[in-house]
């Protein structure tokens, strides 16, 4: 069973790579979108279509309450490519309740 790639906040992810270099957009988002409908075209079977509540401002990415915040030990990183706790709590929630409705309809 596959799960699709958990979205990201490709303006952060732009952000903080112009820091240190010129401006490039990477279309992080773009990619990891195409991935995802690869993956749904593929026939493989999804444990479910896409991450649910990722996107509550209705922009089209990943909000950025799900990536900003590192933890005392710094553990998370403000990326927009690695979730923070919020993040890691909305992508455990999805895998449990994919892995629920599964076991349900057998």
């Given at each position: 069973?596959?799960?699709?790639?958990?979205?990201?906040?490709?303006?952060m992810?732009?952000?903080?790579?112009?820091?240190?270099?010129?401006?490039?957009?990477?279309?992080?988002?773009?990619?990891?979108d195409?991935?995802?409908?690869?993956?749904?075209?593929?026939?493989?079977?999804?444990?479910?279509?896409?991450?649910?509540r990722?996107?509550?401002?209705?922009?089209?990415?990943?909000?950025?309450?799900?990536?900003?915040?590192?933890?005392?030990?710094?553990?998370?990183?403000?990326?927009?490519?690695?979730?923070?706790?919020?993040?890691?709590?909305?992508?455990?929630?999805?895998?449990?309740?994919?892995?629920?409705?599964?076991?349900?309809?057998?």
């Open positions: 069973v596959f799960v699709p790639v958990f979205a990201v906040n490709g303006d992810y732009n952000e903080l790579r112009s820091r240190f270099a010129p401006f490039r957009d990477y279309r992080v988002d773009e990619r990891v195409e991935f995802n409908e690869l993956l749904r075209a593929s026939g493989l079977p999804m444990l479910f279509d896409r991450f649910a990722l996107d509550q401002n209705g922009d089209g990415k990943a909000d950025r309450g799900y990536f900003v915040g590192n933890d005392p030990r710094g553990e998370w990183p403000d990326d927009g490519i690695h979730p923070n706790a919020l993040g890691e709590r909305v992508f455990g929630d999805n895998l449990a309740n994919g892995l629920v409705a599964a076991l349900e309809h057998g």
